[in-house]
């Protein structure tokens, strides 16, 4: 028996389609026998008796709606810790720099393995930035401007964790550059990330020391709790890759985002179907919460 059934909780429905979405709503009501408390036009709970849990994944997993199961206690969230490529943009970065030096075939296939988990992100890491040696440095202005685009979604879930007292952490295995310029964007208050060493104008092929990965990850998300007096059952994490993963299995709520089979699997939740507004539903906010 779940952990989860011993214990006060709530399954959050959210649905893309308002078809497929009352479908899974018709489909808990009568398993239930019970009605939702609405959040957003597309979007309810339920609260769960115990026994109710396990069989209610099943009842949904044909559906395209997304899903969080949880304790009812301490729900909403203080602080946010984000992956940005590819969870709060909408591309990787890294692969669309080497589109500008004529290598992204090579580079996006070494992400997709690291993603997956199947390479070690340093390595895979170092290895993609080597081949972006001699890029010119405008060429990442360029890419930011031409390629780079918050998610849907992403700027209403962190400024309105942030109006309601949240700590908003913007976390990547990318690099600097974006990192500050999707922060502003989105409505961070932090961000870490990596540094491509130039020189000259032209990046080196280099990237600076220690590598944030999956272990910086987690050390930011711990260290980010610790200094508000909170522990990671106050944190939510989300990402898609596997160098997100030991933060998304620390956290209070881990979400998977678009993400990787190793990561939907370890995760607490996943949003294959809805905005990042999802995020805010899996922890009871309602529509008339959100930040405009």
Do not use: W
């Not at 992956?83 to 070494?110: R, W, Y």
């Not at 922060?183 to 990596?194: D, E, P, S, Y």
């Amino acid at each position: 028996m779940s952990k989860l059934s011993m214990i006060p909780t709530v399954l959050t429905v959210v649905g893309a389609d308002p078809a497929a979405y009352a479908q899974a709503v018709s489909r808990v009501e009568a398993a239930l026998s019970s009605r939702p408390a609405p959040l957003g036009a597309l979007a309810a709970d339920f609260l769960l008796d115990g026994a109710a849990v396990a069989p209610l994944e099943a009842l949904l997993a044909d559906l395209p709606v997304d899903f969080a199961i949880q304790p009812v206690e301490n729900r909403r969230k203080r602080l946010l810790i984000a992956d940005m490529d590819s969870t709060i943009i909408n591309v990787e970065c890294l692969d669309e720099l080497a589109d500008f030096a004529g290598v992204k075939a090579q580079v996006s296939e070494i992400t997709e393995r690291a993603m997956r988990g199947e390479l070690a992100f340093e390595g895979a890491l170092r290895e993609r930035v080597g081949m972006l040696a001699g890029l010119s440095v405008d060429a990442l202005q360029s890419c930011y401007d031409d390629r780079v685009r918050l998610n849907p979604g992403a700027e209403t879930l962190v400024r309105t964790m942030a109006a309601h007292g949240a700590r908003c952490a913007l976390v990547s295995g990318g690099f600097t550059f974006f990192t500050t310029r999707v922060a502003q964007a989105a409505g961070f208050h932090l961000n870490r990330a990596n540094t491509l060493i130039e020189e000259g104008g032209k990046l080196t092929g280099q990237v600076g020391d220690p590598i944030l990965g999956k272990e910086a990850k987690l050390a930011a998300l711990i260290e980010e709790t610790a200094l508000l007096g909170l522990t990671p059952g106050d944190a939510l994490a989300v990402g898609d890759g596997a160098n997100d993963l030991a933060m998304i299995e620390a956290a209070g709520l881990g979400v998977a985002y678009r993400a990787k089979p190793i990561v939907a699997a370890q995760a607490h939740a996943k949003v294959d179907h809805a905005d990042l507004t999802a995020l805010l539903y899996f922890q009871g906010y309602k529509a008339s919460e959100f930040a405009a």
